[in-house]
């Protein structure tokens, strides 16, 4: 009985531990594409892509490394792939476990944001874009993935984890830090 109660507590720390470093892998994976997009609006006039496109763009700029029959094999390294994901979903063809905030963040200009460091540029997410509305209208589409709670990015490229549920009031946090 002892040994069964240990294995137990065995088998509940291992569980946590590898929780976290999933964790800490989006938080990776999150703080490479916060990079990304910096060295994509370098490239184009200071300007991120479009929410509706963006890992596309990224991808085909070459940005991202990207090999589809490798994911669909079932080897999740890509950098838009959330280890923590369930199931990885396939939008319009590829894979992507990740947001872009689309109402003001996304095809805007860099040097235009007053405050980058409080400028939501991606979250954990069900869909590749979303906005405060969205996340009122489509609740399902926010992922708190990481120890209840999601891994954002920010248009400085620094990440921060922040507790679910995410407010749907625009002006709330993360969403207020969006204004322009």
Not at 124 to 136: G, Q
């Amino acid at each position: 009985m002892l040994v069964a109660a240990l294995g137990s507590l065995l088998l509940s720390a291992l569980r946590g531990a590898r929780q976290k470093a999933q964790q800490m892998q989006c938080v990776n994976n999150l703080r490479q594409l916060g990079t990304v997009l910096i060295e994509y609006a370098n490239d184009h006039d200071d300007y991120v892509p479009d929410a509706t496109v963006w890992y596309a763009i990224l991808v085909n700029g070459k940005y991202i490394k990207w090999d589809l029959n490798a994911l669909d094999a079932g080897n999740y390294s890509c950098v838009l792939i959330c280890p923590s994901a369930i199931t990885h979903k396939r939008a319009y063809g590829n894979y992507n476990d990740y947001g872009m905030e689309a109402w003001r963040f996304a095809g805007k200009k860099l040097s235009g944001f007053e405050n980058p460091s409080r400028r939501l540029a991606l979250l954990d997410c069900e869909y590749f874009y979303l906005t405060y509305f969205h996340a009122n209208l489509y609740p399902e589409w926010l992922a708190p993935r990481h120890s209840g709670g999601f891994n954002l990015v920010f248009a400085d490229g620094h990440c921060e984890w922040l507790a679910a549920p995410l407010p749907t009031d625009a002006y709330k946090f993360p969403w207020e830090w969006a204004s322009p």
